[in-house]
């Protein structure tokens, strides 16, 4: 058996992940600019969750928790491009299945201690046991030993092994292709046994982890306040001192604070309605970072309902809708969509067409499914600007084909339960509760959404398309295991999304694009404020100039 | 006395335990599934199976209805689902800038409205008294949302007066409190008017004037101490309202109180904070209402409490 070794592992696989900007494949280059010091201010109106990394799930603690905590595996700032993280090398075995990392010596927990294999055994244990209740348990479901855990019969992973205090071995049940991606997720990030233990579910509260910044203060309700870890096991970063969260502010106080000099980076971003007062006036636009986002807006049609079960209906609905309009409508901040994956996301079908808008064609198609009078349904949106103007846009164009749309704009937890209903919502708007990815990779914009397992009660496939042809499809894609095959990988995955173009469950409206508002004094590459996997910000590695 | 402040809180319990059960039928048959809000989009069927089982989610309604009040009875008001700190943590750390933000509130509408209800029942019928009032029925019919927007750019932004939101110093505490006790303060405005109306027009204030003495003195010293009387037990009673005001409030200004904890437990469906923050509103409201009830015999010795 010959394994494929890997140390410093990212060339080879990043090749062949064909992303344009893998190309270079290098890790990341210190900024020579960079100053070490000073304190940032960053808003965000919600108080922040929890900073527990087997809870957390949201966009605000997401790279809170980057920051705070470390996984055997990381991304190069800016890129979606994997590195090693607290692993220093890792080896596949040739059938896909065994993964043996090898940890970095001397790595240190905030609390003094030395992180080891056995950390990461527990840290894997601990946010599969069901008793954490962690939303990303599912992730690991390829581990073997997985299923045991997750019914409660046993209480250690029976595929994860610590073969010495610098090394474990991670089995897998199948081969999965994405696992470096899993290993890389906050909810694979390892914590200490002994402060879990202290704190109880009140870890969140009191993280520990071995990130580049740790928790000084919490105020509940006020604010956050990391201070750098001095001992930091990646020289030279972070470059801040500390960063206060201010919590409570709402989008509109904190641009305006911003405005003053007061705040460094508004967490929720440029509030729609200033939107375009900012972009049109030079001094501020030039501090706005404008970048992709893995991200698709997009209407479900309920293949189970009348008359969304036929195909041609479905085709038809692809057909009306004016995406540039509706594009116009939230001042541009967006890119009209033609298929799932968004164009950042490697197996993007670049030489797709996608529907025309033919609403002409559109109607003939309706009539020759048998409905030349058009015909009733509802859609479903969420009740926050902008997603009920944009339903609205949505009614107009299906009404020039005959389609009378009822408007349901309710509460975004509303929504998805009537989503994840059977026979309930013909269509739904996905603004507002749209599928971001979790991890750079085209299969994570599948199975919850379009796949069979999604199409369950309480799911989140609210098209209710399930293809069994295409879901044998995707699980032979994700077992080309070996970085060699990347290309091969993405080109079934290309198939199937165009597969599912064509029986179009979906009708993709638009990949949004992010907006990262600054203060002046902020520095560091753009990329670091439109990272794909940290979002608004890689903390660890912007600075201040002043 | 004491036979009636036993039976009031008696009913008190009562009205707080009738406001348990509603809320609690509430969120139990909203259409929206806190598990799924817990679980996220990636969670797995088992995943979702599983927390529904470890919150209970699974027993049927008055089963966890009656597990919540067993604990709330024994000072547990519960986990928050999404954050898993205590629910009694959360309201606690909030709690206090809440109450700070009412007084303020309090202060700012007794001072505004006392003031514009002197004014204009002096002035009555003239042009200041016809201004006044249709400012204060502005004042009460404006939306707070509005004119917290509006003290935040004028005085904050274009001024520079006060700081744009946050908390901690008394000059944090201003545009709140102002916009919080300017509904209020209309109220008052024009309470305050016809009770001074009232008051002047009484024989001992005739008299007064007629022994000679000066018009200030007769104001301040005999007219306004007994206008303010049945004013201060409608006190007790703005509690409630502020109650409603303070979601808002807390909102523009970035204020941390409970009212923020509220606003996005709701969006989150995260149950136990949502009940703990409505029972303890429901408290503040019925202490309140009591504590009018209970000052109004020492204001007014005609009442009697029975």
Known sequence: ?546 | MLAYLIRRLIQAALILLGVSFITFFLLFVLPADPVRQIAGRSATPETVANIRHQLGLDQPFIVQYWHYLTGLVQGDMGRSYLQKTEVATLIAARLPATLLLMLGAIVAELIMGLTLGIVAAIRRGGALDQSLMITSFVAVSAPQFVIGLLLLYVFAVKLSWFPIGGYGSFSNLVLPALTLGIMGSGWYSRMMRSSMIDVLRSDYIRTARAKGLRRFRVLALHAMPNAILPIIAMIGIDIGIFMSGIVVVESVFGWPGIGQLAWQAIQRVDIPIIMGVTLVSACAIVLGNLLADLITPFIDPRIKLR
């Not at chain 1, 949505?394 to 349901?408: A, E, F, P, R, Y």
């Open chain 1, 1 to 546: 058996m010959s394994l494929m070794k890997n140390i410093l592992a990212t060339s080879a696989l990043s090749l062949s992940l064909g992303l344009a900007s893998f190309a270079s494949a290098q890790d990341y280059q210190p900024d020579p600019n960079a100053k070490p010091g000073g304190n940032i201010i960053v808003t965000y109106k919600d108080d922040v969750a929890t900073l527990d990394p087997a809870i957390g799930y949201d966009w605000q603690n997401w790279s809170m928790i980057k920051s705070v905590f470390d996984g055997l595996m990381d991304y190069v700032p800016g890129t979606t491009e994997l590195r090693p993280g607290l692993a220093e090398s890792y080896e596949i075995s040739d059938d896909g299945t065994t993964f043996t990392f090898k940890l970095r010596k001397g790595v240190k927990f905030h609390n003094g201690r030395e992180m080891t294999a056995e950390d990461v055994k527990y840290s894997l244990d601990r946010v599969t046991t069901p008793a954490t209740q962690s939303p990303g348990a599912g992730f690991f479901g390829s581990i073997k030993g997985y299923d045991a855990m997750a019914d409660g019969s046993a209480t250690s992973l029976e595929g994860v092994t610590v073969v010495d205090p610098y090394t474990v071995k991670i089995e897998l049940s199948r081969p999965d292709a994405t696992f470096l991606h899993v290993m890389a997720l906050n909810f694979a990030s390892v914590v200490p046994k002994e402060a879990v233990d202290e704190y109880g579910t009140d870890f969140g509260k009191h993280p520990v982890g071995t990130g580049a910044f740790k928790l000084s203060d919490w105020t509940i309700g006020q604010q956050l306040v990391f201070e750098k870890n001095a001992d930091y096991w990646r020289s030279g970063v972070p470059y801040l001192d500390s960063i206060t969260f201010e919590v409570g502010q709402e989008p509109i106080v904190a641009l305006l604070r911003l405005q003053q000099g007061e705040v460094d980076v508004p967490g929720d971003g440029i509030p729609p309605a200033k939107f375009n007062e900012v972009m049109d006036n030079p001094d501020e636009a030039k501090r706005v970072v404008v970048g992709g986002q893995l991200h698709t807006g997009y209407i479900t049609l309920n293949v189970q309902m009348e008359p969304f079960d036929k195909v041609e209906v479905r085709q038809a609905m692809n057909m009306a809708i004016n995406k540039d309009r509706i594009v116009q409508m939230i001042n541009g901040r967006a890119t009209p969509a033609n298929q799932p994956l968004p164009p950042s996301m490697p197996g993007y079908t670049k030489d797709y067409e996608g529907y025309p808008f033919d609403q002409e064609k559109a109607k003939q198609m309706l009539a020759d499914a048998g409905y030349p009078d058009g015909f009733e349904t509802e859609l479903y949106v969420m009740n926050t600007d902008p997603n009920p103007r944009i339903a609205q846009a949505i009614q107009q164009d299906l009404s020039q084909i005959g389609v009378k749309v009822d408007i349901k704009a309710l509460a975004q937890a509303n929504v998805i339960e009537a989503g994840g209903t059977p026979k309930t919502a013909p269509m739904i708007w996905s603004g507002g509760m749209a599928w971001i990815a979790d991890f750079p990779d085209p299969s994570n914009f599948y199975g919850p959404i379009l796949g069979c397992a999604g199409a369950v009660e309480g799911g989140w496939n609210w098209s209710w398309y399930c293809n069994e042809e295409l879901d044998a499809m995707a699980t032979e894609a994700d077992s080309i295991t070996d970085p060699a095959k990347q290309e091969e990988r993405l080109q079934k995955w290309s198939d199937v999304y165009m597969k599912v173009m064509e029986d179009a469950p979906w009708v993709p409206v638009f990949n949004e694009n992010r907006y990262t508002m600054k203060s002046g004094r902020m520095g560091g590459a753009d990329a670091l404020y439109v990272d794909p996997v940290s979002i608004p910000v890689n903390y660890d590695y912007v600075y201040v100039t002043e």
